[in-house]
C-alpha cells in the first residue's frame, strides 16, 4: 500500500511534532535539517563542562493532567524528560525601579500575592484572571478536544491590544507594568500585541512552571528517537536550497548537493520569509504574497551572555528575574547606545532536580539587528576582532547592570560566552535575528497573520510564525497544520487515548 511521502524542512518544535502526528498515521515521513543537529531552538551547546540552552528555558502547563503533561504523554516524551518545578511561591520575579514583585502558581494564591501590593485593585486582578481563564478556555488544545471553542472571546481579544485591555481593567500604573513585565518572553509592543496573546502565555504559566533537567535537547533527542522508531527519517546536514514545483503543485525538494528528493506533501517549518526564498521559477506563489510577507514586521532580537559559574559558590535560583532600570518594561526594544540595556531577563540553568548550586545561566536583553548588520555576511567565529569588540563591550554593560540587581555576581562567574541578532539569524535563519518570527499585531488585521495553508495546495506552513512561538504556541500550529492532512477529531482522540489510563 501506497503511503504518501511528506517532506518536512526544519527539525525545530514544530517540525518534530508535526513529523510524529504524520508519521504515526500513516504517513512516510522525512525531516532535512541544515544543522548538524535536531531541534532548532530545543537546541542546547556545551563549553567546559557547562552545558546551555538556546531557546526553551522552560515550560508551564506541565503537571499532572495538565495540557503540556498531556500532550507529552501522547508524544512519549514523559520518559525522557525530567522536569523540575520553579518555586510554585515565584516562578517570575520581576523588578522596577528597585520594587520587587513575584508571581505564584495558581489564579488565588496570583490574586491574593498581589492583592498584598495593590489592595485597591483586589477585585479587578480576580476579574482580570478570570479573563484570562476564559481566554485560554477557548482554545481546543487547552481543552484537547476539537469541538470545543468560544470563537466570539478568541475574536474579540485577538483584536484589542494588550496595553488597551489592562489599561481598562486596572487603574494603578504599577500594576499594569508589574503584570506585563514577562513580555520579553512573547515580544510584546503597546498598541499592537493581541490581549489574547498575553492571556494563553499568562495562564500556560499560572497553571505551573518547570525548567527541562539537563537542558531542552532532551525533547529534541527523545523525539527524534521515537519518530525513527515508527519508522520516519531524519536527516542532517541536508540543507533545502529549493522547493520545486511544476504548474499545479510541489514536486519535492532540492538540496545543497543537488540531489531532488520527491514528495506528495511539503511542510516548512522555517520562518516563512526563507521558505518563499525556496520557491524559485514558480508563478504559484503570487508577487502581492510574497510582498506581503517580506514586510511582515519581526519580534524583538536579542543579546545574549552564557554564564559559567565557579563550583559551588552562587546558590541555584529557583526563579526567572526580569530586571528594569526604569518603572516600566514597555520601550526596552527602543534605546540609544549610552541607555542600552533596558532591562533583562536572568536565568539559570537545571542541571540536576532540586539543585543547591548553579552551574551555568543566561541574561538575555533586547538588541535591534541593525547594531549588528555591518557584519551581516561574515560567518560565525569569523567576524573579526572589531565584532568580539562589540560583544565584550555589551557584555560588560549587560553584566554591570544585572550586577546592580545581584551584588557579587561577577565573583561567582568563571568564565562567559555570547551570541547577537547575528548569531541567531546564522544559525535559525528568522528573519533579523528575531526571537519568535512574526509580529503579533492588531493594527494589520488578517494581513499580519502567517496562514499555514499556501496556494500550492500540497505546501503547508507549521512552526513559530503559523500561530505563536513556545511549547504550546507551536503545539496549536502543528495541529493546525496535521489537521489538513489528519482529521482534528483522530488526533484529539489519540490524545486522550494515550491518558487514558491516568
Known amino acids: 500500500m501506497y503511503r504518501q511521502k511528506v517532506a518536512i524542512i526544519g527539525s525545530g518544535w514544530g517540525g518534530l511534532t508535526c513529523a510524529y502526528i504524520l508519521q504515526r498515521n500513516g504517513f512516510d515521513v522525512t525531516i532535512y535539517e541544515q544543522g548538524t543537529q535536531f531541534g532548532g531552538c530545543l537546541q542546547c551547546f556545551s563549553r567546559r563542562g557547562a552545558k546551555f540552552e538556546t531557546g526553551m528555558h522552560f515550560i508551564g502547563s506541565a503537571a499532572p493532567g495538565q495540557t503540556i503533561d498531556r500532550m507529552m504523554h501522547y508524544l512519549q516524551l514523559s520518559d525522557d524528560v525530567q522536569l523540575s518545578s520553579l518555586d510554585p511561591n515565584g516562578y517570575d520575579t520581576v523588578c522596577l525601579a ?10 488565588e494564591a496570583f490574586i491574593e500575592q498581589m492583592a498584598q501590593h495593590f489592595p485597591a485593585e483586589k477585585d479587578s486582578l480576580a476579574r482580570y484572571c478570570k479573563l484570562i481563564h476564559g481566554i485560554s478556555s477557548a482554545s481546543t488544545l487547552h481543552s484537547l478536544a476539537s469541538d470545543t471553542r468560544d470563537e466570539a472571546i478568541d475574536a474579540e481579544y485577538q483584536t484589542r491590544s494588550m496595553d488597551s485591555v489592562l489599561d481598562e481593567l486596572f487603574h494603578d500604573y504599577t500594576l499594569k507594568n508589574v503584570l506585563a513585565a514577562n513580555l520579553p518572553l512573547y515580544s510584546a509592543e503597546r498598541g ?9 502565555i499568562r495562564d500556560f504559566y ?113 526563579t ?50 541593525a547594531d549588528t548588520a555591518r557584519w551581516q555576511g561574515t560567518r560565525p567565529n569569523k ?28 565573583s561567582a562567574i568563571e568564565c562567559y560566552y555570547t551570541s547577537t541578532p547575528l548569531t541567531y539569524f546564522d544559525y535559525t535563519g528568522t528573519e533579523g535575528g528575531s526571537m519568535y518570527g512574526v509580529q503579533k499585531d492588531i493594527t494589520l488585521g488578517a494581513a499580519g497573520r502567517v496562514p499555514y495553508r499556501t496556494k500550492i495546495p500540497n505546501l503547508l506552513l507549521a512552526g513559530q510564525n503559523v500561530n505563536s512561538h513556545g511549547m504550546l504556541g507551536v503545539l496549536v500550529g502543528t ?14 482522540k489519540q490524545i486522550q487515548q494515550a491518558n487514558g489510563n491516568r
Open 479 to 492: 495541529m493546525v497544520t496535521c489537521s489538513a492532512l489528519v482529521p482534528a477529531e483522530e488526533i484529539y
Open 192 to 200: 499592537k500585541t493581541p490581549f489574547a496573546h498575553h492571556a494563553f
Open 98 to 107: 528597585g520594587d520587587s514583585f513575584k508571581f505564584p502558581v495558581g489564579q
Open 206 to 318: 499560572n497553571q505551573s512552571a518547570y525548567r527541562i533537567v539537563g537542558g531542552s535537547d532532551a525533547i529534541a533527542k527523545s523525539l527524534v528517537k521515537t519518530v525513527t522508531s515508527i519508522g520516519g527519517t531524519l536527516l542532517t546536514g541536508n540543507k533545502v536550497t529549493e522547493i520545486a514545483c511544476n504548474s499545479a503543485r510541489a514536486t519535492g525538494l532540492v538540496t545543497e548537493d543537488g540531489q531532488f528528493h520527491d514528495a506528495d506533501i511539503v511542510i516548512s517549518t522555517i520562518h516563512p520569509a526563507r521558505t518563499l526564498e525556496l520557491l524559485v521559477g514558480t508563478n504559484l506563489i503570487r508577487p502581492a504574497f510574497r510582498k506581503r510577507i517580506n514586510a511582515m514586521s519581526q519580534t524583538a532580537a536579542v543579546f545574549a551572555v552564557y554564564l559559567k559559574f565557579k563550583e559551588g559558590t552562587l546558590p541555584y535560583m529557583n
Open 383 to 410: 567576524r573579526g576582532e572589531d565584532y568580539e569588540i562589540f560583544k565584550q563591550s555589551h557584555a560588560e554593560k549587560l553584566l554591570a547592570e544585572v550586577e546592580k540587581h545581584f551584588p557579587g555576581l561577577a
Open 320 to 369: 526567572n528575574y526580569y530586571g528594569y532600570a526604569q518603572n516600566t518594561p514597555w520601550g526596552c526594544e527602543h534605546y540609544t547606545e549610552q541607555e542600552w540595556p533596558k532591562g533583562f531577563l536572568y536565568m539559570h540553568t537545571c542541571h540536576q532536580d532540586k539543585a543547591e548550586w548553579a552551574k551555568s545561566g543566561v541574561i538575555l536583553s533586547y538588541m535591534n539587528f
